[in-house]
């Protein structure tokens, strides 16, 4: 969470300190200023902001508020450098990656602690995101090198048609506070191998790992201007993104977010015709059917396995779905839909399940759900339960705030709702916070037409055995993303993304994501 900026006394230039010991093995990894150009600077206004830990609610950092007057020096930046780092061969650009990618996986330790402060989420997901968002230059380092035009046969004889890729330019990155470290290499991981420059604006509760990914970027050999941060406060945010955004330099923009602020961006790129990738809020429905392997079900939606290759990740991949960093991921699991037939089998197993989470700071030895980011995060979960209360829901458990940290902190019990329906506001709003609720069912085509029934179309699950009903499920429910009888679907090497309000476009996967950051230049050559 951010303050609003002010001038401060407490923020010296080159000074490095955090507000409290973070005990890093490397403490050259806090950087608390701006990186614009290869170098590390304040503000032009001088102001700076607090940073605040949301498990104590206490500032921990400070940081430049960047604002709109500070964009044009940076878009500039990046425009001189795309003029040399486009020129690099895509295996130059694939070994900076990897040199990168190293260095990441070096820090982890000390990169998830910093994440921990900023998120609130445990230090176990945190250790999975950075495997999670590893996976990204690994897989982006390979793509690289995958970068093809084809050719074409021609109706007129003697002409060949051919096509050629090449970098689209600056990219401005707008990225969430939920999925800092990850958000931020998903887009600067493709943007780099396809030979494009980065100003990213890192959202405000969480500028300090995206500094640490520039510094690191820096010590991997990137060019002074290829990887930019600007940090600032939300009050700059709105002038600053549409600064960027309108920029004639910036030539495709990339978001993760609200669909509230997709919409506003989409306007400011409207006359510019930028190039944009939006990917938004979900409303994630999970289908559990009679014949679904109970165990699988309530564990799967229930478990977003983090992948990659570190043997820590045992901790989050017990964690429901739903209560991975409190409940606010993207494509979490809003409704769960379960057969008649299974229903209290299944709500007694999950419950249970859910009981058994402990909540606390990241840092605790055994928490296993942290606080929530921002205390607006408390109310929204806070009136959603007492709207499914007033409608005629069951609280299975939770239900409250939780008074941890003498209150200070923003932690919310994980709460389970049954009996839901669509008169109450979980049916149709995004709770991003720890929340669940279960609505009964009797047929496929029933569950079909409520899993539907949003405006947002990001995520959906399913589980049951019978194979022609999955295919059923598949062609028919309508988001971006289909998970049957897993929970756990994203990763460097599938295409991400949603559809309808879930916004448009492709992260990660084999050429889609890359080909959001290139152009396609057609070449008609007449041999006559
Ligand atoms: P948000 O839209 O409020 O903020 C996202 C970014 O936009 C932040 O950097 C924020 O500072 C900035 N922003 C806020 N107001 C702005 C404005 N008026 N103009 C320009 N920029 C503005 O979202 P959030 O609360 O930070 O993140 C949660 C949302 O992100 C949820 O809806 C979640 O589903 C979505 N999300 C989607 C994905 C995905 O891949 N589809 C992933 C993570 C999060």
Known sequence: MALESSPSKQFIMGERKPLIDLKLENPDLFRNSAYVNGEWIAAKSGKTFEIIDPGTNKPFAICPDMSVEDVDAVVQAAGDAFVTYRTYT???RSLLLSKWDALIRENKEDIARILVHETGKPLAEARGEIDYATGFTRWFAGEAERIQGTTYPAAIPGRRIFTLKQPIGVVAALVPWNFPVAMILRKASAAFAAGCTMVAKPSPETPLTALTLAYLAEKAGYPRGVFNILPTTLQNTPALSEALCKHPIVKKVSFTGSTRVGKILSAHCADGLKKLTLELG?????????DANLEQACEEPAA???TGESTDCV????IPLKFRHAGQACITAN????????????????TGKTLALRVGHGLEEGVTMGALTVPQGLDKVARQVED????????????????INDG???FFEPTIVGNANHSMLIASEETFGPLLALFPFETEDEAVKAANNTSMGLASYCFTKNIDRIWRLFENLE?????????????????????????YGKESGKDIAINEYLITKTGTLSLE
């Open 479 to 503: 988001a971006g993303m289909i998970g049957l009888n897993t929970g756990n679907m994203s990763s460097a090497e599938s295409p991400f993304g949603g559809i309808k309000d879930s916004g």
């Open 388 to 403: 499914a209360k007033k409608n005629g829901a069951e609280v299975l458990t939770g239900g409250n705030r939780m008074q």
């Open 335 to 350: 409704r769960v839909y379960v057969q008649r037939g299974v229903y209290d089998k299944f709500a007694a197993l999950l």
């Open 304 to 306: 977003s396995r983090v």
């Open 408 to 410: 200070k902190g923003f």
């Open 90 to 92: 895509p295996l130059a």
């Open 282 to 290: 979900g409303n994630c429905p999970v289908l559990v059917f009679d």
């Open 315 to 318: 901790l989050p991949a017990l």
